[in-house]
């Protein structure tokens, strides 16, 4: 593959900064590195607010006005898209008909451009925000301005990031006012990746405004900033970052870095606890449910979840979905966790739970609102809605003899809640308060169930009168059987098999009630 070669002793070169041309919506630290750049006797040329900034401040700075010898116009919308600035930005220094160019159209080099874009994120991002508003904040000269010396790094210095400010002056100032081919080529990079995701968000933006709204557009892009280096993967040999928005949701509190596996899991859980309007508590394991409970008091709801399966929820991840209490907090000292995530913690619980050192503990800001499921496959991706079907009693169809009791009902909707966020092939046994038996991630139904069972015995719980909850239809009536053996009484799960008819007879024979839903809950 051909490209530049760093090694190159003409890549090398130090470049002098001359001339630059700053236009800035962020003016974070704008005027101290202004003032700092006046050390080499840098000509500063400005636009609008950024140009007023610099001059209540007493920095020298040129009007693009001045440079163009044409006014800024239509309410700024052009101002710097003039060959004066952007041949300044993209002649080639060591092409001699570039240079004669320059010099037959009174044309000067710009060596450093600082420019950060119009804020079309943080404007989108604003509830009942109007199309009007949001069009105005998509920056097209600003963009313009960057790719154009981006393309140019070998000769030209471009910043479009206040953090990196330090970094220029650093190298002025070791360099005697010169920038190195290393640092224009990271920062030429760095642009690429931000227009990049600028144009992506404002893409997003549109297909989901106006007619044809969709979620699955026809160019699928996906442009994210890096959070955080990871420690590893999901296992120790593989590298691993977190990309994206996940602190919007997620505040750490204490304890160690998170973990690749850590996020995954917390992701899980706060997907799972946004189903219950009621105190509820889960314990998360490989993104599996250990258990689940609710009731009016927290502590019961952790209570009930952890019992389900004590001797998993080892090491797990606990998410409530209420701010934890002293009672409860204790009550989950008692074991070795990895994560606690709840929407609040009390000063005086915050104090007592970071006594432990190392467990981690997560404030759940707001809601996961995630529109689409993505998928890495070879040579693209599969996009999905994401699984958000939630179903009422008037919608269940009930297809035996026996009709369920309410209290069956309560059970049956409680399972379905759950089973939706257990890999396939899923079943769970509930009542309508917390979870029983839970089997996950099997290659036959019935080998779920079968665990189901052999988990709810050996927490030595009471499975008579459980329902069970399937992700989708049952393909063999041996699953039912099953369940019928320990007592369990009213199955909910989505119908839609062959053998449907096999299933609801044998049902019929126990005098259970079964419901279909008609939804299927597949997750892998």
């Known amino acids: 593959m051909m490209g530049l070669s760093l090694t190159n002793k003409e890549n090398v070169d130090l470049i002098k900064v001359k001339r630059t041309l700053i236009s800035v919506s962020d003016k974070t630290g704008l005027v101290d590195f202004a003032k700092r750049l006046l050390r080499w006797e840098i000509e500063i040329i400005s636009t609008g607010g950024t140009l007023k900034t610099l001059q209540d401040a007493g920095i020298a700075a040129k009007s693009v006005s001045e440079i163009t010898s044409f006014p800024e116009i239509l309410d700024g919308r052009v101002k710097t898209l003039h060959p004066q600035i952007h041949a300044g930005l993209l002649a080639i220094t060591d092409n001699e008909l570039h240079q004669q160019q320059l010099v037959e159209f009174d044309i000067e080099p710009i060596d450093l451009i600082v420019v950060n874009l119009y804020p079309f994120e943080k404007t989108v991002a604003k509830q009942d925000v109007e199309l009007e508003e949001a069009i105005e904040q998509i920056d097209i000269g600003g963009p313009a301005m960057l790719r154009s010396a981006a393309k140019n790094f070998k000769y030209k210095t471009v910043v479009s990031n206040p953090v990196r400010y330090n970094l220029i002056v650093e190298e002025l100032e070791k360099n005697d006012g010169a920038i190195s081919y290393s640092t224009r080529f990271a920062l030429a990079k760095e642009v690429f990746q931000h227009t990049a995701r600028y144009d992506t ?294 119908g839609g098999s062959i053998r449907d008819a096999e299933v609801i007879e044998a049902a019929d024979k126990a005098n259970i009630a079964m419901v279909f839903t008609g939804i299927r809950h597949f997750k892998h």
């Open 201 to 494: 968000v404002v893409a997003k933006y549109l297909s989901s405004v106006g007619e044809n709204q969709t979620v699955l557009p026809e160019t699928f892009s996906v442009i994210l900033r890096k959070v955080d280096e990871l420690r590893y993967g999901e296992n120790p040999h593989q590298k691993a970052a977190l990309y994206g928005d996940f602190f919007n949701y997620f505040e750490k509190l204490h304890g160690k870095e998170l973990s690749f596996n850590n996020i995954v899991d917390i992701q899980a859980a706060a997907e799972l606890i946004a189903e219950f309007d009621e105190p509820t508590a889960t314990i998360i394991k490989h993104t599996n449910p250990c258990g689940v409970g609710s009731d009016e008091k927290l502590v019961e709801a952790y209570r009930k979840s952890f019992t389900t399966d004590q001797k998993s929820a080892f090491g797990g991840i606990v998410a409530l979905n209420r701010p934890i209490d002293m009672e409860t907090a204790k009550l989950i000292n008692e074991i070795f966790i990895e994560v606690l995530v709840a929407p609040e913690f009390p000063r005086e619980v915050l104090e007592f739970l970071r006594k432990k050192k190392d467990r981690r503990l997560i404030r759940h800001i707001k809601p996961v609102d995630d529109e689409i499921n993505l998928k890495k496959i070879a040579g693209g991706l599969l996009v999905q809605e994401t699984d958000n079907a939630r179903i009422t009693a008037g919608q269940l169809q009930v297809v035996t003899k026996r009709s369920p009791t309410q209290e069956e009902v309560a059970a049956m909707l409680y399972g379905w809640r759950v089973v939706k966020h257990l890999k396939s092939n899923a079943i769970v046994f509930t009542r309508s308060d917390r979870t029983i038996g839970i089997g996950a991630g099997q290659m036959s139904r019935v080998d779920s169930a079968r665990i189901a069972v052999l988990k709810a015995k050996k927490a030595k719980l009471d499975l008579k009168g459980t329902v069970m909850a399937s992700d989708a239809f049952f393909p063999f009536a041996d699953s039912v059987k099953e369940a019928i053996k320990v007592g369990m009484t009213a199955i909910i799960q989505p």
